[in-house]
């Protein structure tokens, strides 16, 4: 009975460690797994150059497996220490923890796979959980809700742009021609697009007077263009913050549930607003 108790203390003094974000213990084991995800993202791209991975090929391929065995650990420890792993498994973190740690050990199966190591850049992904990004992502529903209710008036002037891009496509290249590099309207509607949202790659411009003209007209329109769905969108965020305030008080928030690893809950709380644990047991 007591090594059951003992096994039961430790187990939740360690996930105390790993989800308690406001505990010393906690808080050190954050910016230790804050540290490492840096230093595997670094990682991932010394590996991208040729020339370094060329060089230090050896030491960047047992940097990174250290790195992996770590975040194996770690992976391993929070299923472990939650009630229910298969909450965890299959959540969003729980995904990208694992998306994001078996990329090293496909290697070592199948060859050809160097391309995976992209997903270890989703390590990047779980600074919003360490940095309690993750609780103000109530606020993006308000930007969702905003585009949501905006879309028609965004359809109907993203409409309007595309027809203005063939018109004026056309009309260059009935302009310019193919010595200017107006070869066909697909062509002249690449350029105004491009023209349009004033990127400008200068693979194609115009040489003409007329058509130099046209450019300059289709320039100052691109700051409009620009500006029109963002005006759209910022004022129907204003409207949802109006008819919706938010508060967020991050002394509110302290709570981090034993059973699923959810955290964000108000003080006082007694469930998991996730499960419905109990948040404090005697």
């Known amino acids: 009975m007591s090594n059951e108790l003992s096994h039961k203390s430790w187990r939740t003094r360690l996930h105390i460690i790993i989800y308690g ?13 804050l540290i490492v995800i840096l230093a595997s993202i ?4 010394l590996e991208s150059v040729k020339q370094i991975d060329a060089k230090y090929h050896k030491v960047l391929d047992i940097a990174e497996w250290i790195v992996t065995i770590l ?6 420890a929070r299923i472990y220490t939650v009630k229910k792993p298969l909450h965890y498994i299959t959540s969003f973190y729980g995904i990208i923890d694992l998306l994001s740690t078996i990329p090293k050990y496909l290697s070592l199966i199948f060859f050809g796979t160097q391309s995976l190591v992209a ?19 109530g606020a993006s529903n308000t930007i969702v809700k905003a585009l949501h209710a905006s879309r028609a008036k965004i359809s109907v002037f993203l409409f309007a742009v595309v027809i203005m891009s063939i018109i004026l496509g056309t009309i260059m290249y009935i302009i310019e021609g ?29 040489i003409t007077p007329l058509g130099q003209f046209i450019a300059s007209i289709v320039m100052v329109m691109g700051y409009g263009i620009i500006a029109v769905p963002t005006g759209i969108v910022t004022a129907e965020i204003a409207t949802q913050n109006n008819a919706l305030q938010v508060d967020i008080d991050d002394n509110s ?8 690893g959810s955290d964000g809950h108000k003080v006082g ?5 996730n499960c419905g644990h109990l948040l404090k047991e005697d």
């Open 42 to 45: 670094v990682l991932v791209m």
């Open 21 to 33: 974000h406001n505990t010393p213990a906690g808080k050190l084991f954050d910016l230790v797994l």
């Open 269 to 273: 709380a007694k469930h998991c607003y």
């Open 253 to 260: 928030i302290m709570e981090t549930c034993v059973d699923c």
């Open 71 to 76: 975040f194996t650990l770690e992976y391993f």
């Open 178 to 206: 193919d010595e200017s590099g107006f070869t066909s309207i697909p062509r002249g509607v690449y350029w105004c697009i491009v023209t349009l949202t004033t990127v400008g790659y200068g693979d194609i411009s115009p």
């Open 119 to 137: 997903l270890r850049a989703l390590r990047l992904l779980r600074i919003f959980r360490i940095l309690k990004l993750a609780r103000f992502m």
